[in-house]
């Protein structure tokens, strides 16, 4: 490699080109411009036209593999990220979120409890549902909270086999094969799981889950970590909705491998610390958000820098934008991209002569429509040398303008990039 990579991605930072204008636009972001500015851009479809993908599926599209001939499902991968083995075979992953459900109705009144369930709190209410049997087919349920609201839930079966081509009960996310994509206008309601395949083992999986569901509004409903926050006045933790069932993780060839480089990933969410360990990268955890964005940028700038003197190649995922995308909170999400600009951007600009940097977005999450679209992201690169195209802002708008062009899979972009520049 001419020179060494480092591979920013701005979760959700990117809206929809139908709204008049984006948060992009909206954002003073004088270190994004330059980055700009300074080299090449373009944009990207991070899996394909017409798909509004979720994360781990345009992750792994943009570290360059299809996820249609890799992907396994979300919840493998977060498991992964979280520390678990999976019995394959006997045991299917889901992503979960807890949840504020009506318990008659099963009405959601909030897929994410408010944002503002802690992670302790998680975790005691997961550890009172951890080994859960589920009272048919040998069926029981493994359940470890993540970070905030997010969760891993693990059914499994002591004497029957499983499938992971059954549906989600989260409304919000539909099934095609075993990638999701996110529903525009989703019910409020949870939909019970259903087989996806005509076989026993799918038909099973999708009662024992049903099953697990069931039991979670029973025991959480009057649970005290619940009855503590109703009294505060805080929507109550009382349900898991589960989506995107694997039974194993991805396997491909390792990262270091595919491109002939030492990979690094630097990461916060367990999903994409599992998407690092399931594709061989050396993963380096970063400590979740602590709410000073000065420092927590400051902490992710010092890791990327220390990363680079020892890989080839590091990737790192900055979630910033994306939750107030999804809450539909168009001042939040500037911010956080004017954050990220100030504190990260801005400081590795003095290193432009020394790395390349190639900046994008896993995918838009337009405020306008509260969930991740199909809509193209920007992309700019920068390498020492390189001849810029005259694109001079960071915006969906401009960046289509740049001699990168429009990409139209996120899995031919590095290679693209390393063939291009970096060989």
Known sequence: ???????????????????????????????????AKRGVC???????????????????????????EVYTGRGPIEALGAGLEIREGYEVAFRANFATVDPISLEIIDRRVG???????????????????????DGYARVVATIGHRA???IGSRSKRLS???????????????????VSNPSRFVQWIKPLEDSEEARVTAELANAFFKKTIELLRNHPVN???????????????????GGRPPRAIPLSEKYGAKFAFLAEMPVEIGIGRAFGASVIPLEPPSGDPRRDYALRLEATLKAIADNDIVYVHLKGPDEPGHDGDYEAKRRRIEEIDEYYVQPLLEYLDKYAILITSDHATPPSKRSHSDDPVPIAFHAPGITSDHVSKFTERECIKGALGLVEHGWLLLPLIMERYLK
């Open 1 to 35: 490699m001419k020179y060494k990579l480092i591979y920013l991605v701005i979760d959700g930072a990117a809206d929809s080109l139908s709204d008049p204008t984006t948060t992009l636009e909206l954002a003073h972001k004088p270190g994004l411009d330059e980055v």
């Open 42 to 68: 373009g944009v990207m479809y991070t899996i394909g036209r017409g798909i509004a993908p979720e994360s781990d599926e345009a992750v792994i599209s943009i570290i360059g593999y299809d996820p249609h």
């Open 115 to 137: 944002r503002n369930l802690s992670s302790s709190e998680a975790r005691v209410l997961a550890n009172s549902l951890d080994g859960l049997e589920l009272g048919v087919y």
């Open 152 to 154: 891993v839930v693990i």
């Open 164 to 182: 992971p081509m059954v549906s989600n009960n989260d409304p919000a996310y539909e099934r095609r094969g075993l990638v999701s994509v996110a």
């Open 227 to 245: 009855r503590e926050r109703v009294a505060r006045g805080l929507l109550p933790a009382n349900s898991l909705l589960l989506r995107d069932a």
